[in-house]
């Protein structure tokens, strides 16, 4: 499972979330396939929404170095849909999102998604946490780019 985020800038909020969710894959195919409904998934978002950048979360290490080695992969596939459609891309630590959403780089999940349904001004946090998370990351680049800007 893969989550996306779609989020706009807003007038009086960091952000206005346009849509969110997350791009399945069956456990049944292999790791060839799975890659492929992530690419097609990516980049008919891409193609749908027409965004001026695209974030992603940078690779970090697991203590299973098989989860290491396919989330190298899912970031891989992305980060193709991107360039393919020749789009900036963006990549901040895991650390970083938290620390821009949340204030705190050591943030749990939950208190990731409450904050993303608070800066968003959600009724409820983004479900499942894959996609908190990736609004959590475009609402970093969107944050990030107020202060270079």
């Known amino acids: 499972m893969t989550g996306y985020g779609i989020v706009e800038p807003g007038l009086d909020r960091p952000g206005h979330l346009v849509e969110c969710g997350v791009i399945r894959t069956s456990s049944s195919d292999d790791a060839a396939r799975r890659l492929e409904i992530i690419y097609d998934g990516v980049s008919e ?3 749908r929404h027409n965004p001026t950048a695209l974030a992603v ?10 989860t290491t ?35 705190a780089g050591g943030a749990v ?6 904050m993303v349904q608070q800066l968003l001004r959600l009724k409820d946090p983004p479900q499942p946490s894959d996609a908190a998370d990736a609004c ?3 609402l970093t680049y969107l ?3 107020r202060i270079r800007a």
């Not at 979360?57 to 098989?66: A, G, P, Q, S």
């Not at 789009?87 to 999102?97: D, L, M, Q, S």
């Not at 999940?109 to 409450?114: A, D, R, S």
């Open 57 to 66: 979360e940078t690779v970090f290490y697991r203590k299973n170095v098989k």
């Open 69 to 103: 080695v396919s989330l190298g992969q899912v970031r891989g596939v992305i980060l193709l849909s991107a360039a393919r459609a020749g789009i900036e891309v963006a990549e901040y630590p895991p650390a970083t999102v938290k620390k821009y959403v949340v204030g």
């Open 109 to 114: 999940k939950e208190q990731i998604g409450y």
């Open 45 to 47: 978002l891409i193609a």
């Open 136 to 138: 959590a990351i475009a």
């Open 143 to 145: 944050l990030s780019s």
